[in-house]
């Protein structure tokens, strides 16, 4: 009860969450191992931590408490990558600090006296190693299992295997009835008692059509049951709390669609209309009104949602009991790896206020201890600014990141701190009450990412065509016609090369807009990119282009109006599409333009195939003059690559003939322009 344990606001005392405190505290102290299994967000890791901060020995709040033992957590956050060793570490650090305990005890008091500690393993997330070696690392429990020398807990959304199921006592959770739903309804919204909300069933239709609906969707319809999680309806119930002042619950169906976007997304817009025609049949048949929705719903374009939810004036900062969850973005596109760019494209992201970490897909960077510990420590020093930090296919270090992810924090003098999880080590952070933190996947790793780790987030499905659907919503009229004129040069460009011989180019027609506006070859990946520099700022409309033209080597005025703005834009769209295509095809067609030798400047004056700027990016001297750097301290090491075929290419082969044109004048430049792209 909430006179023995100090149980937060807001949170409900349900059947599971008393079950599951019950059953740590008699197994902690008489050092029986305990599993608890259920699905994620069925109170697991929360009832430990009721456990736990209650019980503090002589110097506990509740009287009950003072009673016990304190105890001293030894904290394990299992992975795909968890191994034996760190396994047995954990427990031999635990069994060291228990013998110390129990030697300095004093012998006058009760084996669970007040002075008395007791060490708790406590291993979370343990269902995570799934692999051989995951599977290898869970047998070094079985010796300290046996031996009962420590406390021990686990916890698990999965069943353990039977050598470990039968050396422990198992709490398995089963799915929620729709009393525990309603009972857990009542603790979100913040109603303490049973008296504070009298005939739910009348008086509150709307609260028993969102648990009929959440029950719906994860027991009946498969599809969904994996997707969604108790967090999810908690989150939702957390919305409408925000809003809602009173204790009684109510909605219209406008905002019941909004409150579903912000807080059960993360699917194809198909499949996220079937969940809210669930909801809205649930709540109407509570309500017994067939007509509550009037027509076809209507939806907010996703990216309005995540500015919606950006803009939200009085938005409750980390400290709050209401704040939002993180969010965790889908990349919906074919690549999987253009979310990133659209983010920053639309305006969502401002690269003075983002800090973006990648993790490298190298076998031997991802088996390396000092670099993921490197990663680590630089995502710790971010988190104490008010910052966004976006993690963007860092699969690798999202099983350490847990507990923030979660948003478990302990205020201590006002201040916010979390753990980072390395291994066996913890290491406590400071954390800004203004923190963001966005999670990008792409739509195959949603699929098999672990169900603890994405009902953690507010999940949000984006596609490039949704961004361009956005963007052009928030173009002037003369905007958009430029816009459309830029992308009809863009298409012709591009069929003078193979579709395939751009990244990211698909073979189809992309609707641009609607039937008013012309249909573009381009991919909408590139058409994201392109609307980047058409798209209002600030309330003001503008026609914005890149600040450099490669062709003439000339700043680009984006206020400039007529034929001036439109070739401008149209060669800076083109040298950008260029970038896009590799050297061989490129080499193929460079006889095709008029002015090969113009095109041949734009495309090999980057970073990649320019060595002057390579070296002068890494220096940071922006000088022409290479010994310029000499001064500098940095030292870089420059891998070049050199094609083969250009290297045996000559005029008498085939691969000549295809490359090398006719005339004779532009034979000779040519010549000279294989021959540097054989110096470079």
Known sequence: TRENFLIPQGIALTTALKENMFCMFSCILTRTPLAIVGLPGSSKTLSYHIVSNSMRGEYSVTQFCCCFSKLDTYFFQCSEYTTASEIEENFNNALHQQNKYDDGADETDPPHGPTRQICVVFLDEASLPKNDIGRLALKALHQFLDEKLVAFVALSNEVFDSANANRMCTVLRTQPTLEDLRQLAIGCLYIKTERDLVQVGEETPELIGLCRAYEN?????????????????????????????????????????????????????????????????????????????????????????????????????????????????????????????????????????????????????LESPEYIAGVLSSIRHCLELPITIVLDRAERIHSSLYELLNQTFRQINGCLYTYISIGVKRLQCKVHPDLKIIVIVDKKTYETAPAPFCSRFSKFFVQPETAVQYMQSHLTPESLDLFSMVSRKCESFAKIFHHNAFFGMKNRLVKARDTDVHSVSLSSNFSVFLLAHFRKSKGQQQAESFHFDPFTSSPLNPRTSGVTSSKSSVRAMCSRLLQLMPSEHFMLKLSSFNDPEAYFRVYFDVERYNMRNVISSVTGHNSTDISSSASSSTKCLIYTRSTAALSAMTRESAEGRKFLPEKEDVTVVNSDLYKTIQEC
């Not at 108790?230 to 009173?246: A, N, P, T």
């Open 217 to 365: 969707i994860t027991s009946k319809q498969q599809r969904f049951a994996k997707k969604f999680h108790h967090r999810d309806l908690i989150y939702l119930l957390r919305h409408f709390r925000r809003s809602k002042l009173s204790s009684h619950l109510t909605f219209s169906c406008d905002e019941l669609i909004y409150a579903l976007e912000e807080t059960l997304g993360g699917l194809p817009p198909a499949d996220f209309k079937d969940v809210c025609r669930t909801f809205l049949k649930c709540v109407g048949d509570e309500l017994d009104l067939r007509n509550w929705v009037d027509g076809e719903p209507s939806f907010r374009n996703v990216f309005q949602t995540l500015f919606d939810i950006k803009n939200e004036e009085c938005a409750p900062s980390l400290m709050d009991p209401l704040a939002r969850r993180f969010q965790m973005i889908v990349d919906g596109s074919d690549s999987g790896v253009v979310a990133l760019d659209m983010l920053f494209h639309v305006g969502l992201l401002d690269a003075a206020t983002t800090r973006v970490f990648h993790v490298s897909e190298h076998p031997k960077d």
